[in-house]
């Protein structure tokens, strides 16, 4: 089907904004990645129920971005339907005794600054990790030895038939970065079960946090870790070990400040940020035989 009947397809199915040929270099914090055919801006869980269906019958892909902190998308773009969770609808936040319930899209920062306001505790170790409470959910990112599972409780996901699904903690299979039984689905709601305590102490948490982030890692343009720890050992000590920090490529470089942080100097493209990985890979197989794997994903066509 032509993209432009595509489109118009879309608005049909969607109260909320549909956009094409986006630049999806806006979308992920590394900044690198071609165009998407088309953007989706559901302006409800309805829409996306629809949107998912529409994809379905019309055999076209589609996959959803939160604030893209752990993605490089090539430098082809993607072909189909990259969904946003960015209207306010998403980003809501509800309290109730010791459980907060929020939307998929809210980023999590706001989340625990929110928390903490309320004397709620329970994720400030995460404090600084730059993703959306669906993103970090579906990654199960983590931080000072807590991960998000630990406080989640259930959550409303569309599936890919584009019906609603409640989902138990316990039933998602959570692991080190991933979510086996959330791939396929979008989160646009998820429950915590917090504890109440101390507004200062919490808030003490969060500082330390984000100071100790802006003393280990570097600014600019990143996507976080690049490379999963291995077998109990940092992949930023395998990759300085072997001594591979600092390498450049293209427009690419392994930070001098964390070993396991690609930066974007500015003008890279995916590639260059592709190809830098796969000689960290292959730096550190052949000085110390270890398997580095991705953490970042990697989407979208060459
Ligand atoms: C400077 C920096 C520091 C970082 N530090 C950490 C850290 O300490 N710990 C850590 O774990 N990670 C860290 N990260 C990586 C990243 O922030 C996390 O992986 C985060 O969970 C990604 O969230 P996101 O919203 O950006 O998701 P995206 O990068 O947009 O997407 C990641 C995955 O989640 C899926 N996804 C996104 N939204 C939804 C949704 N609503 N429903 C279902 N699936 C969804 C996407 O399809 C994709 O598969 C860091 C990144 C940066 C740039």
Request: aromatic share 6%.
């Amino acid at each position: 089907m032509k993209k432009r009947m595509l489109a118009d397809i879309a608005k049909e199915h969607c109260s909320g904004k549909i956009f094409e040929n986006i630049s999806m270099k806006l979308y992920t914090t590394m900044h690198v990645g071609g165009f998407a055919q088309i953007v989706a801006v559901p302006a409800g869980f309805e829409d996306v129920c629809k949107l998912v269906q529409l994809a379905g019958q019309e055999k076209l892909p589609w996959y959803i971005i939160g604030c893209g902190s752990n993605l490089i998308i090539k430098d082809g773009g993607i072909e189909g339907m990259v969904i946003l969770l960015s209207d306010p609808v998403f980003c809501k936040m509800h309290v109730s005794g010791n459980i907060v319930r929020v939307g998929g899209g809210l980023f999590l920062w706001k989340l625990i600054d929110n928390m903490r306001d309320r004397g709620l505790s329970g994720l400030e170790l995460l404090s600084g990790i730059p993703g959306t409470v669906g993103g970090c959910i579906r990654m199960n990112a983590g931080a000072n030895g807590k991960t998000i599972d630990e406080t989640l409780l259930t959550v409303k996901c569309v599936n890919s038939k584009g019906e609603l699904e409640v989902l138990d903690q316990k039933a998602i299979s959570f692991d080190y970065r991933s979510a086996q039984g959330l791939v396929d689905k979008i989160i646009i709601e998820a429950e915590f079960a917090c504890a109440h305590s101390d507004t200062g102490n919490i808030s003490q948490t969060i500082s330390i946090c984000r100071l100790k982030r802006r003393k280990s890692q570097p600014g600019g343009l990143s996507a976080g870790c690049i490379f999963k720890n291995s077998e109990g050992l940092s992949a930023g000590s395998l990759i300085e070990l072997a001594g591979m920090k600092g390498i450049e490529y293209g427009g690419a470089k392994v930070s001098e400040r964390h070993s396991n942080f690609i930066i974007n100097r500015g003008d890279a493209k995916a590639s260059d940020i592709i190809k830098l990985m796969e000689k960290v890979q292959e730096g550190v197989w052949n000085k110390l035989k270890v398997k580095l794997e991705p953490e970042v994903l990697i989407i979208g066509r060459d």
